[in-house]
């Protein structure tokens, strides 16, 4: 007999060990999946507010408000809330930047940083990084005496390329003054977007009563202005360099081309596509008239007193010499809409360092891209660039210069379209 109740007294302890060893499993294991489910909760709150908040990069607080307003919809719509939590600014408790800002939204706290650096990388204002705290109360821990744990979850997102079609893109990547506008100059660049390469303080600089405006002004560096200078928006500084996008462009093939010499024109005349192996200069009252098709000049082409050049279907490869038009001449050339160079006007190499100059009254209407990767841009003149991208190693507007420019991408342009991405 007790034997008999000696082996039930073990059996008791051993079922109620086994049924505390059970409770403690139990316990973790619906304490661990509510943690799970909250964790994919919050990750799935910060990626959508880092998203939203992207979209509205560089303006950063735009940018920052925009990803709270997405968080506090989300959260609202999980947790079935008749209108979105407002954020509570509040102290952060372990803030990632000097750029952090934190909220309180519903029960969760709410990180947003931007300028964002991963790492040791430079802040960039095209990044911005969300992360949300939230204490969870467990259900069966705290009979193991854990009431509470503390369940986190971040994200960032970037964003790349530009929103606005490449208007105009300054390739130097560290000189000063890579895009100068002095005196009354004017640039506008109404549909698209001006990016400067160049990583100096003074990238962009602006002086007297020089106005720049576009849709978005990205510059690698800085920017300085001096005077009564305006650029329009506030240029946002600290960006990527835009890489060049008709780096990939060949030049024409010249064995199928007839060879000219140069000429000298006074009059009218009309020009055939070809190897011009002189300089072309145009003189006094010339209008000059030139054939659509491919032409290399291997001497420059000179425009000056009234004359006139037209032409339509037109790429200029400037293989060596400069290209000016001054006095009261005029240009207007528009390129081939269907071939390796369609859209194209001017195109000049690499290896040639001269600059495309209009100075004087010097007039100008070109339809298409001037691409000059080692040239500079200088414009006296005034005039139109329509449905155009201009590609330089520099640009340079002084005097009365007023130039408008309707931005629109050659086909050979490699892709820069606005990109977002998660970096989690």
Not at 303 to 326: M, R, Y
Not at 348 to 376: C, D, E, K, M
Not at 384 to 399: H, N, Y
Request: net charge neutral; glycine share 10%; charged share 10%.
């Amino acid at each position: 007999m007790r034997d008999n109740a000696r082996r039930r007294g073990m059996t008791l302890i051993f079922v109620a060990a086994t049924l505390f060893v059970l409770l403690i499993v139990a316990a973790w294991v619906i304490d661990w999946g509510f943690l799970t489910f909250t964790k994919h909760q919050l990750q799935n709150f910060v990626d959508a507010a880092a998203l939203a908040g992207a979209q509205d990069l560089p303006n950063l607080a735009q940018a920052r408000q925009s990803a709270l307003t997405a968080y506090a919809r989300n959260y609202a719509d999980n947790f079935n809330l008749p209108t979105p939590p407002t954020p509570q600014p509040i102290v952060c408790t372990d803030p990632v930047s000097p750029t952090t800002l934190c909220y309180r939204i519903g029960a969760d706290e709410v990180q947003v940083t931007t300028p964002y650096a991963p790492d040791n990388a430079a802040p960039s204002p095209n990044r911005i990084h969300v992360r949300a705290c939230r204490q969870v109360r467990l259900y069966f821990a705290p009979l193991l005496g854990t009431v509470a744990r503390r369940v986190c979850a971040e994200s960032t997102a970037r964003k790349s390329g530009s929103v606005f079609p490449r208007g105009v893109i300054i390739l130097d990547n560290g000189g000063g003054r890579a895009l100068q506008l002095q005196g009354n100059a004017a640039l506008t660049v109404a549909n698209g977007s001006v990016h400067v390469n160049s990583s100096a303080p003074d990238a962009l600089f602006a002086q007297g009563n020089a106005v720049l405006t576009a849709q978005q002004i990205q510059v690698t560096g800085n920017y300085r202005r001096e005077g009564n200078a305006m650029l329009v928006p506030t240029p946002a500084v600290g960006q990527s360099p835009t890489p060049d996008p008709l780096s990939s462009l060949q030049p024409p093939n010249p064995s199928s081309l007839p060879v000219f010499t140069g000429r000298t024109i006074n009059g009218i005349a009309t020009l055939s596509p070809g190897i011009y192996t002189g300089p072309i200069r145009l003189e006094g009252n010339a209008f000059v008239t030139l054939q659509p098709g491919v032409y290399i000049l291997r001497s420059g082409l000179l425009v000056s007193g009234n004359a006139q050049l037209v032409g339509s279907g037109v790429t200029l490869f400037n293989e060596s010499g400069q290209i000016e038009v001054q006095g009261n001449g005029a240009l207007q050339l528009s390129p081939p809409t269907d071939g390796p160079f369609a859209g194209i006007t001017v195109f000049q190499p690499a290896t040639n360092i001269s600059p495309l100059w209009l100075s004087g009254n010097a007039s100008f209407q070109l339809q298409g891209a001037v691409y000059l990767p080692r040239g500079v841009v200088h414009l006296e003149g005034s005039g139109m660039f329509q449905q155009s991208m201009v590609v330089a190693w520099r640009m340079e507007l002084s005097g009365n210069a007023v130039v408008a420019l309707t931005a629109q991408e050659p086909p050979a342009a490699d892709s820069g379209a606005q990109g977002l991405a998660l970096e989690n």
